[in-house]
């Protein structure tokens, strides 16, 4: 649970955190001129990615409650920050390769994120709907036949014949 969590703390933080540091890691690492021109479109595009991503984990009510992840975003996010990370080390050779792997990552996290956005809020809904359907048909094993349907009094009324 406490991974959970910190990942849940982490997720917009990290918005801001990792593009930053695609920038700093092109200072330390000296990437090239048309690096950084490449890093001036990617980096506001991966901090949108980010918070649009966070956003949709954060909509979940689970995940509000609990203020924690779940374990396929744990999973998901793991991988996709520690791309993010490797490709601002600019390792000569693999840095395409791992800037197609974070890519993939990110594509995934949305999907996997907004396949279990629905999931949940289709349970949630259905939930309420056959809980209100319920309370709308109150139970039927005391009601009459509805072929018979007389909601009056009835008086009985008795006559004795006397035999004289």
Do not use: N
Request: aromatic fraction near 14%.
């Amino acid at each position: 649970m406490i991974l959970r969590r910190a990942f849940y703390w982490w997720l917009f933080p990290s918005a801001v955190i990792l593009p930053a540091w695609l920038l700093v890691g092109w200072a330390i690492f000296g990437g090239g001129g048309w690096t950084f021109l490449g890093l001036l479109i990617a980096c506001p595009v991966l901090f949108i990615a980010m918070l649009a991503i966070g956003g949709i984990i954060a909509a979940r009510r689970s995940v509000r409650e609990a203020r924690a992840v779940s374990w396929y975003d744990v999973g998901l996010l793991a991988a996709w920050h520690v791309s993010i990370i490797a490709f601002g080390c600019f390792i000569p050779g693999a840095a395409g390769w791992i800037a197609v792997l974070g890519i993939l990552l990110g594509l995934a996290m949305f999907w996997v994120s907004l396949w279990e956005l629905l999931v949940e809020t289709r349970a949630r809904v259905q939930l309420t709907f056959d809980a209100y359907e319920r309370a709308a048909q109150p139970d039927q094993a005391g009601r009459p036949d509805p072929g018979f349907v007389d909601g009056g009094e009835y008086i009985v009324i008795e006559e004795r014949r006397d035999e004289e």
